[in-house]
Each structure stands twice: as structure tokens, then as C-alpha cells.
């Protein structure tokens, strides 16, 4: 009684008289890896070009920080380094976000693409396996 049957030759005997074809169930899993690999080059794709537009925006900021910095001669100077400053930094926050606009439109259509090729392809597998 304290034994406790052993199921593992039993189980097996079963899942041998039920074959099945487990190349379907590979093939899905196989293009699943693909689209996730595909989607994650989109988005690292996003990410490296918003990094590189930060890096500018930042570096286009420091610069004209350092112009504000200058010494003036005369105090009305000072006024007009600061409004010039603003102004031009105004027209970059507008450039800069234009830019991760783009990018984020480029993503979702690169995104789009792909669920609607994936989609087309899970089609075709099904019609092939039916």
C-alpha cells in the first residue's frame, strides 16, 4: 500500500497509440520567434534613433547654453540673449519632437506590416494543416 504506482510505461503506451504530427506545432512556434524577432528590430530600430535625437537635442541645448553664458556690455544685452535663447530653444523642442513624431509613425506602420503579414501567414498555416 505504501507504493505508489509507477504510470510513466502507461503513459507512454498511450500518447503511442495517438499519433501526432508535432512539425506543425514547431512550424507555429518557429514563426512566432520570427514576428517577435522581427518586432523587437522594429522597436531597438525606435529606440536608437530617439536616442541619437536626444543626444542632439540635448547637445544642441548645452551649446546654446553656453551662448547664453557669454558676457554682454550692456544690460539690455542680457534681455535679448535670454529671449533668443528661449526662442531658439522653442524651435527646437518643436524640430526635436517632429522627429520622434516620424518615429513613432514609422513604427506603427513597420508594426502594422508585420501583424498583417503574420496574420496572412497564420492563414496559410491553418489551410495547410486543415
Known amino acids: 500500500m505504501t507504493m505508489i504506482p509507477d504510470f510513466t510505461k502507461t503513459m507512454q503506451d498511450v500518447m503511442a497509440s495517438f ?25 531597438l530600430a525606435a529606440a536608437e534613433r530617439s536616442t541619437e535625437i536626444s543626444a542632439r537635442w540635448a547637445k544642441d541645448s548645452i551649446t546654446r547654453m553656453g551662448e547664453l553664458a557669454a558676457v554682454r556690455q550692456e544690460p539690455s544685452d542680457y534681455a535679448k540673449a535670454v529671449s533668443d535663447f528661449a526662442s531658439r530653444s522653442a524651435e527646437l523642442a518643436a524640430e526635436h519632437m517632429a522627429a520622434y513624431a516620424e518615429i513613432a509613425k514609422t513604427v506603427q506602420t513597420d508594426t502594422v506590416n508585420l501583424m498583417l503579414t503574420a496574420g496572412k501567414d497564420i492563414v496559410l498555416d491553418a489551410q495547410k494543416a486543415a
Open 19 to 43: 499519433p501526432s504530427d508535432m512539425s506543425s506545432i514547431q512550424d507555429a512556434l518557429r514563426s512566432q520567434s520570427l514576428l517577435g524577432e522581427k518586432l523587437a528590430r522594429v522597436a
